[in-house]
């Protein structure tokens, strides 16, 4: 995967404006994840950046900013307009993912791979030319 320059810096936020956020540094490639718990919390599935958690500046002054800990992961998400912002994994908590569609300014990000594609919904037809995984590393085929 590869990361993208910052457009000084990256800036996103939830539908109703109580959280907004900025990112200084590089974002990670898109990595579309159809697991079963993505795709609940989005509604169809998660399309993620992300970057490391220290470079990730939350403006939350309202304290709208909820996660909902499974344990293994986390999902931050807006309590006032419900928008799903970030999600964290329990062995990689310096790492932040965060839904592209919140982002101001996706240009230059491009999907480096699909994780669980195994589990992807039968109107969601994969891309052709993304590499594909049965889980969150394992290639399909590989």
């Not at 970057?51 to 304290?63: I, S």
């Not at 909820?66 to 344990?71: F, V």
Request: with cysteine.
């Amino acid at each position: 995967m590869t990361d993208t320059e910052p457009t000084n810096p990256r800036t996103g936020g939830c539908l109703c404006g109580a959280i907004d956020y900025r990112v200084s540094g590089p974002l990670r490639s898109v990595l579309h994840c159809h697991c079963e718990n993505c795709r609940r919390i989005t509604g169809n599935f998660m399309a993620s950046s992300g970057c490391p958690t220290d470079a990730l500046v939350v403006d939350d002054d309202d304290g709208a900013l909820r996660w909902y800990d499974l344990g293994y992961a986390k999902y931050g998400f807006c309590t006032v307009c419900g928008s799903q912002l970030f999600w964290v994994g329990a062995e990689h908590q310096d790492h932040t993912s965060i839904a592209v569609g919140t982002i101001d300014d996706s240009a230059g990000l491009v999907v480096a791979g699909v994780w669980f594609s195994d589990e992807a919904q039968p109107h969601h037809e994969l891309p052709a030319n993304i590499p594909t995984f049965g889980g969150n590393g394992t290639p399909i085929g590989g």
